[in-house]
């Protein structure tokens, strides 16, 4: 019976430990422009870099405001960590929301959300 549950806690530890890596494993963001909570001028595009490489393909990247949705260029990678949008046109002041999604090497889509103001 004690060799049972001894395999029992083996097990429980290895799962533990497997879902601990797989968790890191997901694009993090490690940066982004304009960054969280600042107080910019109207920015030309939104870049944001992450931990690990990723796939333009499944990558987004939308910018919300006072006015509604602001329009975007398409999103393209500028590194293997780096993906950026341009904004259409000038941003009016106020607040603004941007809301991304990504997938790393891992397949994972992982999506986020931080804002910004323009003075």
Known sequence: MKKALSNVGLWVAAAVVAVGVS?????????SEPAEGASVASPKNVQLWFSETLDPK???IA????????????VHATSPTSIVA???GPLSSGPYSVAWQTAGDDGHV???KYSFTVK
Not at 63 to 74: A, D, N, Q
């Open 58 to 60: 499944l990558s987004k």
């Open 86 to 88: 341009d904004v259409a």
């Open 63 to 74: 910018v919300s405001g006072g006015s509604g949705v602001i329009k975007m260029g398409p």
């Open 23 to 31: 968790a890191d494993a997901h694009a993090k963001l490690k940066k």
């Open 110 to 112: 992982v999506k986020g």
